[in-house]
């Protein structure tokens, strides 16, 4: 992301800078004005360049949001307080499933009475010594969710999975459902992209494996029907409720499944 971000910044200035230099030509002396003008110029330029590099927490945050599409997993960050109303005890021992999973870990294991563990889907390269300390303390793995997952029956009471979803196919959602469903005892949290949302680009594809397919609400309905994944209706309304009373507008669909008995 920070890759990317560089170039853009280093693509204006290169532009910016073209008109510049011509004007300064020794054979072309500018005139006093002109000279103000090109000051002027100049400000406007350096304070657009200083916005874009993290001079304003807001512009770069939208323009990282731009780049790199919605995340879900941020979504999940910015629902912990409603899951905690919605779930309550429930949220003693959570999984998360999906990217950026260090920072859902990190902040899920804040609240008051909750312990969180988390398995990155993906690679882990560009992980901080944050991450690092979480993977070397065992608390966040990186595995193949393709793949049944390292942990007994209801190892954990609530599981939550972010965006990791959408990069499997049905095939493939058969399997790794199923088995997010046996290791929560309580539930399981799928916070799943809308239809339409930005997604990585291809430069990403080689680590996400495959395009995201963003499903609608009403395939993942029926998907959870013809697998037999039920929806937990009272944790549904709990969520609804908290929501309105916040005032949060989920910028993600989120499904309340009930857990294998
Ligand atoms: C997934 O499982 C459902 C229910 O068992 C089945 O109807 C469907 O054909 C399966 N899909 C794939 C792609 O295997
Ligand atoms: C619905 O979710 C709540 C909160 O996790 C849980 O206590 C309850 O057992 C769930 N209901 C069913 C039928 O699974």
Redesign the pocket.
């Known amino acids: 992301m920070s890759r990317r971000a560089a170039s853009t910044s280093r693509r204006f200035a290169d532009g910016g800078s073209i008109p510049f230099m011509g004007s300064l030509h020794p054979k072309s002396r500018p005139s006093p004005l002109v000279s103000v003008v090109l000051l002027v110029g100049a400000l406007l330029v350096v304070g657009y360049l200083y916005s874009s590099s993290g001079g304003s927490n807001a512009g770069k945050e939208a323009l990282m949001k731009l780049q790199a599409g919605v995340s879900c997993s941020s979504e999940v960050l910015k629902a912990i307080p409603i899951l905690k109303k919605a779930y309550g005890d429930s949220m003693h021992k959570v999984l998360h499933v999906g990217p950026e999973t260090c920072s859902v870990v990190s902040e899920l294991s804040k609240e008051e009475d909750t312990e969180a563990w988390g398995i990155e889907p993906y690679d882990l390269d560009d992980a901080d010594r944050n991450c690092k300390s979480l993977v070397h303390k065992g608390v966040v793995r990186v595995a193949d969710i393709k793949f049944p997952l390292p942990y007994n029956r209801n190892s954990f009471s609530l599981v939550i999975v972010s965006d990791a979803l959408d990069y499997l ?3 493939y ?2 399997k790794t459902l199923p088995e997010l469903a046996r290791v929560s005892a309580d539930g399981l949290v799928i916070f799943s992209g809308y239809p339409g949302q930005r997604r990585a680009k291809v430069a990403e594809l080689s680590k996400f494996g495959r395009p995201a397919k963003l499903r609608t609400t009403s395939w993942w309905v029926r998907y959870f029907v ?3 994944l039920q929806e937990n209706d009272s944790v549904i309304k709990k969520f609804e409720q908290a929501s309105a009373k916040r005032s949060y507008t989920p910028g993600c669909q989120i499904f309340h499944l009930k857990s294998h008995k």
């Open positions: 196919s049905p095939k959602l058969n013809q697998t037999s």
